[in-house]
C-alpha cells in the first residue's frame, strides 16, 4: 500500500482521463436511492451502500458498468449495476446517493442524462475486439443477443411513431466532454492519522470524489492506492489527513460525519 497526496485536482495517473469509445447508449430520466434505504438488499443481493457507486437498471446485467453524464451541465460518473429498475415511464437509471453527489444531483433530485456502457458484466472493456455485441451462430448475428445488447432509449415526450429512433441504430460518432487537470502527484510519508472517508474500486470515480474532497479540506486529501495482483484488483481508499494524533483526527473525524460522511472512520497512517 501507498498513500499518495494530492495537490488541487491530482490523481494517480494521465490514463483516469482517458475515455472510452462506447458502443450503447440510453437517453432519459435519472433519480437517486433516499437513505432510508440503507441497508436494504437490491435485486442482486447485495445491500444498498450509498457510499458506493452504484445503480438500478431494468435490462444490464449485474456488474455492469456504466457512466451517466448530466445532459445539462455534462458531469459525468461510473457505476456499477445491481439492482433493477426503475420502473417509471421516462426513467432510466437510479443511482447511489454517493453518485448523485459526484454529478451535482442531490439538490436537483432528478436530471436528464445519457448512461453509456463503460465495461460488461465480464470485466471487458466496450469498444475493444472483445466486445462484439453480436454472437455469431452459423455466420448469422444472433438476433437475441442483438435485442439485449442495445437496450431501448426512453424519453418521457411522446413522438409520432414514424419520428421515433430505433434503439439499433448505430450512434453517430461525437466528440465527447473532457477536462484538462494539473498533476501534481506527490508520495506521502506513512506517518501520522488520517481519516478514511471513501472507499473506491474503480479508477473513473476517484477524480470526482478527489475534487468533491479537496473543496471542503484543501491540500489535506490522501489517495490509498492498494493492489491485489492475484486477483487483478485495485482499492483506492480517499483518506483525509494527515493529522499528528487520534485527537485531532477524531475531531476531523466528527466534522465529516457531520458533512455525510458517516461511514468515515479514523486510521493509523503508518499501518499502510
Same mark, same amino acid.
Given at each position: /500500500? ?45 445491500? $444498498? ?11 444490464? =446485467?449485474?456488474?455492469?458498468? *456504466? ?6 451541465? &455534462?458531469?459525468?460518473?461510473? +457505476?456499477? +449495476? ?8 421516462? !426513467? #432510466? ?24 456502457? #463503460?465495461?460488461? =458484466? ?11 455485441? /453480436? ?11 442483438? @435485442?439485449?445488447?442495445? %437496450?431501448?432509449?426512453?424519453? @418521457?415526450?411522446?413522438? %409520432?411513431?414514424?419520428?421515433?429512433? @430505433?434503439?439499433?441504430?448505430? %450512434? ?9 487537470? @494539473? /498533476?501534481? *502527484? &506527490? ?8 481519516? &478514511?472517508?471513501?472507499?473506491? !474500486? ?7 470524489? +478527489? ?19 492475484? !486477483?487483478?484488483?485495485?482499492? $483506492? ?19 465529516? =460525519? ?13 499501518? /499502510?
Amino acid at each position: /500500500m501507498r498513500p499518495i497526496a494530492f495537490s488541487f485536482l491530482t490523481l494517480l495517473s494521465i490514463t483516469f482521463l482517458s475515455s472510452f469509445l462506447l458502443l450503447q447508449e440510453e437517453i432519459g430520466k435519472a433519480g437517486y436511492y433516499a437513505d432510508s434505504l440503507q441497508g436494504r438488499k437490491t435485486a442482486s443481493g447485495e445491500p $444498498y451502500d450509498k457510499a458506493e457507486f452504484t445503480c438500478a437498471h431494468k435490462t444490464l =446485467a449485474f456488474g455492469t458498468k *456504466i457512466r451517466v453524464t448530466r445532459l445539462d451541465n &455534462q458531469k459525468s460518473v461510473v +457505476v456499477r +449495476v445491481n439492482d433493477r429498475g426503475p420502473f417509471v415511464e421516462g !426513467y #432510466v437509471t437510479d443511482i447511489s446517493r454517493a453518485a448523485a453527489e459526484a454529478i451535482g444531483l442531490i439538490r436537483d433530485g432528478v436530471t436528464k442524462v445519457k448512461i453509456e456502457i #463503460v465495461e460488461t =458484466a465480464a470485466g471487458t472493456k466496450v469498444g475493444t475486439p472483445a466486445t462484439e455485441s /453480436m454472437k455469431l451462430v452459423a455466420g448469422k448475428p444472433d438476433a437475441k443477443a442483438a @435485442s439485449q445488447s442495445k %437496450p431501448a432509449q426512453y424519453n @418521457s415526450d411522446p413522438e %409520432p411513431a414514424t419520428q421515433k429512433r @430505433s434503439s439499433l441504430e448505430s %450512434p453517430q460518432a461525437v466528440k465527447l466532454p473532457s477536462e484538462l487537470y @494539473s /498533476m501534481d *502527484i &506527490q508520495r506521502s510519508r506513512k506517518e501520522g492519522f488520517g481519516v &478514511q472517508v471513501s472507499t473506491l !474500486y474503480d479508477a473513473n470515480n476517484v477524480i470526482p470524489m +478527489v475534487k468533491k474532497l479537496q473543496q471542503e479540506w484543501p491540500k489535506q486529501v490522501l489517495v490509498n492506492v492498494e493492489e491485489d495482483e492475484s !486477483y487483478n484488483k485495485t482499492t $483506492y481508499r480517499l483518506i483525509i489527513g494527515p493529522f499528528r494524533d487520534t485527537k485531532t483526527a477524531t475531531i476531523q473525524q466528527k466534522a465529516a =460525519a457531520k458533512k455525510g460522511y458517516k461511514g468515515c472512520f479514523v486510521v493509523n497512517l503508518g499501518d /499502510m
